[in-house]
């Protein structure tokens, strides 16, 4: 039977046979395997692999190790393909091991020119180094990819990328996106050694400390100069395909002939991780379908992930994959040393207009560790004081811990005036814009500079609320769009596929294709985590767009990364989430939310909103709009929902308030009746009954706890009275009980999976009916 | 500028020179836009589509209606492009539209014979009508996919597919996956039509009726035949992987030469949802990688979504993609008719060994629907009395509401002869396998056939726990893992991407790989989503194995989805989530969950665990693999935890219980302190501390919520003496405090983003400490 990797026994021992010889500045591997038995079945181990010159403690195959190997000449790898060797193991698995592959990788050795041009060596080690000596300070980090990286982020710094270290925030810089955010001190390390502000040397010798603007993953919040917030694999990619279309988008708006106010490229470093995540296909995909041309993204194709070697689970062509999305696609062969190969890739992706483009860069991760290049180990962990020293030697690097040479320095250091300088020809730019275009100038000071919103935009909303009658918060939505969309350009977004059920299309709104790049509607696919983070994307190009994104409420489950990123990274995302219950009816409990709310609910800086009607409708997309820092999930209903009376959207901004009460000015109320969305006309409705009774009783309409926990203790005593206890309020919603108790001490709720039929028989079913609530509330009084 | 579609102006009124020729039975449509202004920018209108013969309200281009042209010939749709059309549009934008593009698309009228053979129009058109009629008769569905489809499926269950209607469990059958989900009825159709009990006449008029068993979507748990529950765009696909690699493992452990005891394919059935929906390609990756033969996806290419034509956003290269990611591809040209080369196509997808395969299938959706086939109208809606009528004259097909004719039943029904014959030739098998090796066929009959633990699990486990000490709870894991390795070669699973930190490698155990399919390791690669998925197939494959899927528990976000579908399809699956807190440390906010516990512990049917310590760790996994219906995530820390004194299996199984009291039998407690997983050791020595000062102090360690639930309201009271009440309890985790008022009345907790730094300076920073916990005590006490 043919085994992983091993060839077939007749080519064993055939070392004698060979010359020794290695070619520096080679590493060898050698991989080998251990045949067992284990519950009756037999197999080997997983590959095990040594550096042939590093040292080892554990299962070190003792006739190859670094002794038998160092200084002699290795001809050909495959010379020992077979070789038996010693080994020691663990005594109960002994047997003889097996060389199944013997590997040649590029890493460094003493003396070594990496590109024949010292200026360069010095400030791509200047990167390595500093990326080295701050995850060995920290003693935590992953200094793998940027010593990997290091060649390409310099000739992309160096040649290409169109920025202004002192102002980060210039409009028309070029993007940058780490999408492999572990690799994080590149970035920091290029926004040092390049003179921004918000970098310093004390900060890398910080890195990965609390409260340092070095955090372990690159945060847009924490540090200028960082677009986007990565780590979490494959969002980078998707939210640099929102940064390119949010570009190609503007310059359709604004650009004029001779008048080019927006003209960016939008740079990606991805890794494995990243290629491998499905959302980086879902926004690749659609990258492509779009033909965004100055998206350019560089793969690092290292070949190595935590679980060691990529081969264990990915063996895709990934070029022939991104040429079958549309990209153009060029490899580069030597990612260490052949700048002018990555030069030119650059050069001839820039070029290539009607598709975006992926670079595949082989390299070596850990490049210049003597023992640790090419392994798993050096991704994710610092290398140790004694393999620092190794590196340094093999390197031929005499600087010392966080020393950068002051050439190296010197030479980054030129972007600030250079930065300056293109920013300065921009605002000329801009002032002969003005001039020519004094409309168009004022919608782009408006929302891209001043990110302000047009005047009257609230009066619309609350106008379109009125016209608006009995609907689904659905439709009422898609009235707010459509109020919205002719005086807000900057309104842009879409839906995953659902547009005529989610009701997004908007009047008079072009579709943003790739040849209609003025279009604001986008048409996503079924490609919601791709949305998420495009949207993520379209927000942080910081140019004022105001992204909405839509699906149905439950497939927020397949972009939940996505939104935790729009929170943590502050990027106030618009969620159109329809079909927000159990009520949506026949499709079933595969597509029925009921721990969606709780879940959200409970996740740090989102505004989970789920208004009763269209006037709370139009007061959600206040709530949303007025954000700057906050996403919005809006939790709309598929059913038609009556208007209610006293709705208000004023009550609605403060997240909870008394839509009705009998009780009379100073009395107590007998109970409080709360709901949000669809079930609020339910507690209405029974509240009705239980006054006619003589009850007194309040009803509170409770659309958005985050809002509500933000208004003052005084306002919200006088929505929830201490006097009226838990034990005489009552919740009913459809959708789980989880962290009701906050609030009331009864409940009803949905705590089981739904089911399918029609809304109305599924409601019944559930008890979330006037009935059920009557029931419950007169157990009580 | 160039349009989308739109051709140079210079082809303008060519009708004139055309000779106007239709040939059914295809149907025509044309597409048009409109060109207007708003705000300044000038574009088209997204393109409208139109059917020549159809019908159409709104928006009807009058004199190419249908009137025009019924009856006369078309030569060439190309003809048309560029005609200026009237237009009968809203007054705002009228324009002159004009004419970009005629289709001309295959569907059926009268009269037409697709296939020559009676009987196959028979039982493909049998399929295609009880999916209208049931759509009719529930108001509701989707039946443009079974209408598209239905010939394939004949094709398939006709001559492919292995299996026994009346014991749809068989364990060798072939494996049938709807990855498209919202075709049910093509499901429920074939399931009553070979004659499975679980579908009858009945149940398919009872169509998306509450309670029945034909739900929107299927679910394996309502309907035997069903495999596994789908709806959710790309779930199917993946699980199908899981399905196949489940058959891969177990044929490579039992099968012998000559008693091939498990040798069956999996089939799949998926849309272009399914296609673009990032998963599927995570999991179509890994089944490349794996070269897993045996599974067949045929997908229906019909150009067709919910947002209409899918090149408003699809327009990448699927065949090339899949065979990127290693998958033998096909296409047929013409699926709704082409009975032969569907038949080809899987044959020969059957002879590729080393690749999985992916049969393009160009389809109609809705094909017989005179005016909405090839239309997004067609997707998931009723087709309307009206068009029900037209489609019967077009597909010639005499016979009532929900009758299917009682030639093609017979046919249908031979299967259940047949499948009973071939699950008696594999009982004799089965019958000489036990003979020939006894000691295999005792392992198969206990784990594949009556899915029983092996003997001294529990006290294996309970073993590992008294011989583990201070240790992290992922260590603890491991070492749980590497107790059941030896003795549960059921046990399968594997992390994305993250074994040497979740820690899920096990001694001895090969990883699973396309030369190794006894090994039972899984590298899933960065695909967390796929793997959620892979798991459940695992699962459903029904054959006893065990699946584990383990990553960081904050990527739990990226898996949500798949997680709630084991949820909701009872697969009992195990999560192992390491890193579960921001005690994890520098990695920071963007991998350290917050909400992730309230999360889960909302959502039905899930066990969230988060054991103290290596005892408590144990009593996660007995409680995760007791459970056959319900899925359980374990949440475990990345640092080091005591192992505490008095920490119980049979405590921690309850979901919470005392781990300590110095209150003295039958006294009342002055304070509760709770906690889980890592913070159980803060309040324990918080506790101490306030007993030193003469408290009666009860801890509470609380692993899970949904086993304390399920315990009678004594015992939970014995743990939470109502006489205590809530605000003499406190709550100490390093999460969000949302839920907690269901149990105590303060909370130790974050309801913030996390930061990057050291653990314990996180730790400190947001207070979760035994001073902190002490300064919340003495304020109340």
């Not at 310099?154 to 409009?171: A, D, G, I, R, T």
């Amino acid at each position: 039977m043919e085994r992983h990797g091993v060839e077939s026994s007749s080519s064993l021992c055939r070392r004698e046979e060979s010359v020794i010889k290695c070619n520096l500045p080679k590493a060898a591997f050698l991989t080998y395997s251990v045949p067992y038995m284990v519950s009756g079945v037999s197999g080997k181990s997983r590959d095990r692999r040594h550096s042939l010159f590093g040292s080892s403690s554990v299962g070190k195959p003792t006739n190859l190790s670094r002794r038998s190997f160092l200084g002699q000449e290795i001809d050909s790898a495959q010379d020992f393909v077979g070789c038996k060797v010693n080994y020691e193991g663990s005594r109960r698995t002994r047997k003889t091991p097996m060389v199944t592959k013997i590997e040649m990788v590029e890493t460094a050795a003493k003396p070594v020119t990496q590109t024949g041009n010292r200026l360069a060596d010095l400030c791509i080690d200047s990167i390595r180094f500093l990326a080295i000596d701050a995850v060995e300070n920290a003693k935590s980090g992953h200094p793998g990819m940027p010593m990997g990286m290091a060649p390409a982020a310099y000739v992309l710094f160096e040649n290409f990328l169109k920025f202004n270290p002192k102002n980060p925030f210039w409009v028309n810089r070029d993007r940058f996106v780490l999408s492999n955010g572990h690799g994080s001190m590149l970035l920091y390390a290029l926004l040092y050694l390049c003179g921004y502000d918000s970098v310093t040397l004390e900060d890398i010798k910080k890195f990965r400390h609390i409260h340092s603007r070095t955090p372990g993953h690159p945060e847009n919040i924490e540090t200028a100069g960082v677009e986007v917030t990565t780590g979490p694999l494959g969002q980078g990619i998707a939210n640099a395909v929102g940064l390119a279309a949010a570009e190609a988008h503007l310059a359709a708006v604004y650009n004029r002939p001779g008048h080019d106010l927006i003209d960016h490229y939008t740079y990606v470093f991805m890794g494995d991780g990243c290629v491998m995540e499905g959302i980086s296909n879902e926004a690749c995909s659609l990258a492509g379908h779009l033909k965004l041309g100055k998206l350019i993204a560089i793969y690092d194709d290292n070949s190595i992930s935590i679980d060691g070697k990529t081969d264990v689970a990915f063996t895709e062509d990934v070029g022939k994959r991104y040429e079958a999305l549309g990209w153009h696609v060029v490899t580069v062969e030597n990612g260490n040393f052949d700048l002018q190969a990555i030069f030119d890739a650059i050069q001839k992706a820039k070029q290539v207009h009607d598709k975006p483009s992926l670079i595949r860069l082989k390299t070596t991760i850990g490049y210049g560790s003597p023992n640790k290049a090419n392994t798993g180990e050096v991704h994710g962990a610092a290398l140790g004081a004694e393999e620092v020293k190794l590196t340094r030697e093999s390197l031929s690097w005499p600087f010392k811990e966080f020393e950068v040479p002051e050439e190296a320095l010197r030479h980054y250091r030129r972007h600030i005036e250079t930065g300056q300088r293109i920013e300065r020809e921009w605002q000329a730019k801009w002032e002969a814009y003005k001039k020519a275009f004094p409309e168009l100038a004022a919608q782009f000071e408006r929302t891209v500079l001043n990110k302000k919103l047009p005047d009257n935009w609230e009066s619309a909303l609350i106008s379109a609320a009125e016209k608006g009658g009995d609907m689904a918060t659905r439709q009422a939505s898609q009235a707010m769009l459509n109020a919205l969309a002719p005086m807000m350009p900057e309104l842009v977004g879409g839906s995953a596929d659902l547009a005529p059920s989610c009701l997004t299309m908007m009047k008079n709104v072009p579709s943003f294709q790739h040849n209609c790049r003025e279009g604001r509607y986008f048409h996503y696919g079924v490609r919601e985590h791709a949305m998420g983070a495009i949207s993520n994307g379209l927000y942080h190009h910081n140019t004022g767009l105001r992204p909405f994104a839509a699906t149905f409420f439950i497939f927020t489950d397949y972009m939940r990364a996505s939104i935790r990123l729009s929170a943590l990274s502050r990027a106030a995302v618009i969620y159109i989430m329809t079909h927000d219950s159990v009520a949506l009816g026949e499709d079933g409990p595969t597509h029925q939310p009921i721990e969606h709310l709780a879940s959200f609910r409970a996740m740090p800086n989102v505004y989970m909103l789920r208004p009763a009607d269209v006037t709370e409708t139009a007061a959600a997309y206040i709530a949303a709009l007025k954000s700057t820092s906050t996403p919005s999930i809006l939790a709309l209903s598929r059913q038609k929902l009556p208007k209610l009376k006293n709705s208000s959207v004023e009550g609605c901004l403060k997240g909870a308030y008394i839509l009705s009460d009998n009780t009379g000015s100073g009395g107590t109320p007998d109970f409080i009746l709360t709901a949000s969305g669809s079930e609020v006309h339910v507690v209405e409705n029974a509240a009705e009954k239980l006054r006619q009774e003589g009850k007194s009783i309040r009803v509170v309409s409770f659309p958005c706890w985050e809002l509500f926990e933000q208004q003052s203790r005084e306002y919200q005593e006088s929505v929830f009275p201490p006097n009226v206890g838990k034990e005489l309020r009552l919740v009913c919603e459809a959708g789980s009980s989880f962290g009701w108790e906050r609030y009331v001490g009864h409940m009803v709720t949905i705590d089981q999976f739904g089911v399918s039929g029609k809304g109305d028989d599924i409601l019944k079913h559930f008890g979330i009916t006037v009935e059920n609530v009557l029931k419950q509330v007169k157990a009580v009084l």
